[in-house]
């Protein structure tokens, strides 16, 4: 019975030391507070505002605008096209009118 409380004492302390070597490993690569504290206010400042524009951009008026723009752009193209055939038409005429 001896052995094995000896035996379990040593193997909890292999573990302990297991622990202390990790937990000093991650201490050497801990973010000091004087650098951790300006980089989570960056990111709150970043994040914020990001957060503010995402909503207002997919707001139901921003939507409206979108598809009245994309509307407007299709008629546009519509009438680019009405028009450009027009002047096609009338540059056949002149140069009918020229040869008579």
Known sequence: ML??????????????????????????RKLPLWLALPLLLVAAGLLAPLIYFTVRANSEACLDGL?????????N????RQLDQ???VLHEKEAEA???
Request: glycine letters at 6%.
């Open 98 to 100: 020229a040869t008579c």
């Open 86 to 88: 027009a002047q096609e």
């Open 77 to 80: 193209q519509h009438l680019q």
């Open 67 to 75: 598809r009245a723009q994309t509307e407007c752009q299709g008629l």
């Open 3 to 28: 052995n094995k409380e000896k035996d379990m004492s040593e193997s909890v302390m292999a573990t302990d030391k297991g622990k202390d070597a990790s937990e000093s490993a991650r201490c050497g």
